[in-house]
């Protein structure tokens, strides 16, 4: 079998991200922030909508991924945010795309890994501007590797 790098190379090549759109964006401020310097606990997770990606032509798939955010103090929730995106791909060689997204593994790395790695600068902005928009002091989540 191909190692999964290339598979991934060649997968990455058959489509170009076209637009990424938020649509959903909500915050909730559940408690006050504690003093500066306290030791917050941060947690996300990332999901797909059923069904993902949903081919809106035969050259188009988009993505909708949903993001959740918790800031955390001492157990205690501070601060949640929902951020839904729509994300859409122009397909370029479909072949290679159905060819390859039907591998389980490829699949999984790029939802996991390049999906969140292309949206994390804006989910980054997403989280202190929801904070900032509610009276609290902004937290900035930590760069991915």
Request: aromatic share 10%.
């Amino acid at each position: 079998m191909v190692d999964i790098n290339e598979r991934l190379g060649r997968f990455i090549k058959s489509i170009s991200l076209q637009e990424i759109k938020p649509t959903t964006f909500h915050s909730n401020a559940l408690a006050q922030m504690p003093a500066p310097g306290s030791q917050l606990q941060l947690a996300w997770t990332q999901s797909l909508a059923e069904g993902d990606p949903v081919s809106a032509s035969e050259d188009t798939k988009v993505f909708r991924p949903k993001y959740n955010f918790t800031v955390s103090f001492q157990e205690s929730l501070i601060f949640t945010q929902e951020s839904i995106f729509v994300l859409v791909f122009q397909v370029n060689d479909p072949a290679t795309f159905d060819e390859l997204w039907a591998d389980e593994e490829l699949r999984k790395i790029f939802i996991e890994k390049q999906l969140l790695k292309t949206m994390w600068p804006l989910l980054r902005q997403h989280v202190q501007d929801g904070m900032c928009r509610l009276g609290m002091s902004p937290v900035a989540l930590p760069w991915l590797l």
